[in-house]
């Protein structure tokens, strides 16, 4: 495994490896659910790099890019026994050379300001700043990414669809513990007592598309969204959202629906969590 801190050294590494490339970007504090997107990334690809950038641009007023954890020995030792070849690892100044406040941003309109962009305005145009840039510099055939941020995948599909990238954008099914509980670098930030309480969030997403499984066979509404906010709730969440949406285009479902993707956004304690399962018609 070859390590790049630079993005002429990056390209540099990557021009001297052979066939297809694919892409993992991270910003470390690895676990399973990224080295799954790793394991795919090599099952598909002959040359794996793995970008570990902890991006300031998406990171909002009062959030937790200064205390987000950073683990870079344990990261690389990890990407080492999966097999990467090639890790890229920028700092601030390589990746925003003029500066944050005066770097061309990217926006995908219309998918930036709901759900998580509600309470977090600028965080989809940072990430798809971030990730236009890597795709630039890494130049992949394939990048690889995670179901759990279902938003953030979509982010990604439609920016790399509407500027004409030649990248195929891959998702991941959602690694999770054996409670259900989506692994998240921010599952750090539960307390043992709250990580039992998290594993409710997916318990009551899967509720909601039992409910929607039964309003598809008898035509009628069961309620079954409000019913899970409520759920959740009681449960000690601070709910941001619950919502049942077309998959694809992240808006309300109609008559000619046949992906539904239901997503949630909650905190407990000091952990913000989110999740999302699908459905088919």
């Given at each position: 495994m070859e390590i790049a801190f630079s993005i002429a050294g990056a390209r540099r590494l990557i021009g001297g490896r052979d066939g297809r490339v694919g892409l993992v970007p991270t910003m470390g504090n690895l676990h399973d659910g990224h080295l799954a997107l790793v394991r795919a990334c090599r099952a598909a690809c002959d040359v794996c790099v793995v970008s570990i950038f902890v991006n300031p641009t998406q990171f909002g007023p009062n959030e937790d890019l200064e205390s987000?954890?950073?683990t870079l020995e344990a990261d690389l030792a990890l990407l080492d026994a999966e097999g990467a070849d090639i890790v890229f690892k920028p700092s601030v100044a390589?990746?925003?050379?003029?500066?944050?406040?005066?770097?061309v941003k990217v926006t995908v309109p219309g998918l930036n300001d709901i759900l998580c962009g509600k309470s977090r305005p600028v965080h989809f145009d940072g990430v798809a700043t971030v990730v236009a840039k890597l795709f630039n510099i890494v130049r992949p055939q394939q990048a690889f990414f995670g179901e759990k941020d279902w938003q953030q995948l979509t982010v990604i599909r439609r920016m790399a669809r509407q500027l004409d990238m030649p990248v195929e954008v891959i998702g991941v099914p959602t690694v999770r513990e054996p409670s259900g509980l989506a692994m998240s670098s921010r599952n750090g930030y539960l307390t043992e007592q709250e990580r039992e309480r998290a594993s409710l969030l997916y318990k009551t997403l899967m509720s909601v598309k039992s409910g929607l499984e039964d309003d598809l066979r008898t035509q009628m509404s069961?309620?079954?969204?409000?019913?899970?906010?409520a759920k959740l709730v009681q449960a000690g969440f601070d709910v941001?959202?619950?919502?049942?949406?077309?998959?694809?285009?992240?808006?309300?479902t109609t008559k000619d629906t046949t992906h539904w993707r239901i997503l949630a956004a909650a905190r407990l304690g000091k952990a913000r969590l989110i999740d999302n399962v699908g459905l088919e018609r």
């Open positions: 987000y954890p950073r390589e990746m925003y050379p003029d500066g944050q406040k005066d770097h069961s309620g079954a969204e409000g019913r899970g906010y941001e959202y619950l919502e049942v949406l077309d998959a694809d285009r992240l808006r309300r």
